[in-house]
Every structure is written in C-alpha cells, then in structure tokens.
C-alpha cells in the first residue's frame, strides 16, 4: 500500500549545526503532513504541520518544506541542541481521514 | 503535554490472553485513534472513534476492538494475544473536523 518513507534512518551532527531530515510520500491524496518528534519511552510530539496549500511553514526553530511535484518533505531546524536528539517521523493524511500514514523514522544524534 | 494520559504504563500478558488498555481525553477532543507502534517501527493506525463509533480501521483483526465513551475517553480491547502484539500502544485525540492528533505517552504492552 501506500506509505510515507525516510530517506535517512541515522543522522548525526554536531551542536548548533543545522539538520535537515527528509520524507517521500507516495499517496497523491495527501494534503496534510506533520512532523513528529519521539522521545525515547515516550509518545509522539507535535512539532509542525503543513497543507498542501503551503510549500513552507516556520515554526519556532523549525521549518517544514513541501515539494508537491516529487512528494517530497523535510524538515530544518536550525541551531540543533542536544535537546533534538529523537525520533524524528513525517506523517500524512488526506484532509478529513484523521488516518495519519507514518513512515519507519529518522534518529537524529546531536553531539555536544 | 498533550494533556492525553493512557494506563497502565507497562503490562505483561500471556499468549492468549486479552487486554483492556484506556487513554483519556484532552479537553474538548471529541475524536480519538489507536496506533501500534512495533521496536524501531512508525506507528500504525488501528482505528479511530468518534460520537461512541468507529469511524475508520487499519488493516488489524477484529480480535482489536475499542470503545469510546461519553466523556471522550477510550479503551482498547485485544482478545487472544500473539507474541506479535508486542508492542506500544498510543492512543490519539482530535477534533472532528480538524487533522492534527495529539499523541499520549503509550502503553508498552509485553506478550510471552
């Protein structure tokens, strides 16, 4: 079936570097996609959302870019603080499914 | 915080066995949605409960069943444990009408 992916399952970088983590999605229906951070032992945190209306969406630290014509996602944050160190997953949904579709995640590793 | 509590935390159960795991509601989030999420996996949707009803399912057995109650919050019945069914079990609110969910910290279920 269709499915959100990661490019990267492992990213390592350094304090105060930018991050950039990558997603593909396959199913054209999607117009809504949210960016989740995990921590270890815990549940999915909201970080950013994006409609399929934007290609851009700032948030505190976080940026969300949106390549409609090869369903492309990532997300930037800036200045990463050993705080980042998580799970990272790129979820989609057609708008009024509340049926978010997960990929298998990105760790992101920040070293002080 | 989200706001979104699950019980127990931790459960080990046996082959065959069934469970009943519970999450409550964040104050007006009138939908909510069960995912499982398998080591190293993205969560996957199981189904989704709105007005007391199921309004939507994954590709999960009927041996996963849920409830919804008035006051929002939900349980998760698993009938006949497989060692498969190991895993976390988070539970999701929404508004109807909107797409963005709100995880709760999950349930680590344990089948031997």
């Known amino acids: 079936g269709e499915s959100v992916g990661l490019h990267l399952p492992t990213l390592s970088v350094q304090e105060g570097d930018n991050s950039i983590i990558n997603c593909a999605y396959s199913?054209?229906?999607?117009?809504?996609f949210i960016w989740y951070k995990q921590e270890s032992g815990k549940g999915p945190q909201f970080i950013i959302d994006?409609?399929?209306?934007?290609d851009k969406r700032q948030g505190q630290r976080v940026t969300v870019l949106l390549n409609k014509t090869v369903k492309h996602l990532s997300l930037q944050i800036a200045a990463t603080q050993p705080g980042d160190s998580a799970v990272y997953f790129c979820?989609?949904?057609?708008?009024?499914?509340?049926?978010?579709?997960f990929g298998k995640g990105t760790m992101l590793l920040v070293s002080p | 915080e989200t706001g979104v509590t699950q019980s127990p935390t931790h459960l080990i159960k046996t082959r065959g066995q069934q469970v009943t795991l519970r999450c409550s509601s964040q104050?007006?989030?009138?939908?909510v949605s069960w995912y499982q999420q398998a080591l190293g996996q993205g969560p996957q949707f199981i189904f989704q409960?709105?007005?007391?009803?199921?309004?939507g399912r994954g590709n999960f057995p009927p041996r996963f069943s849920g409830l919804q109650f008035p006051n929002y919050s939900s349980e998760l019945n698993v009938n006949a444990l497989e060692l498969d069914d190991s895993a976390l079990y988070l539970c999701?609110?929404?508004?109807?009408?909107?797409?963005?969910?709100?995880f709760g910290p999950g349930t680590r279920l344990t089948v031997l």
């Open positions: 999701a609110n929404g508004l109807a009408g909107t797409d963005t969910q709100y």
């Open positions: 409960y709105y007005r007391e009803e199921e309004n």
């Open positions: 979820a989609e949904t057609p708008s009024g499914y509340s049926t978010l579709t």
């Open positions: 994006i409609r399929s209306n934007m």
């Open positions: 104050s007006g989030h009138n939908t």
């Open positions: 199913n054209s229906a999607s117009d809504y």
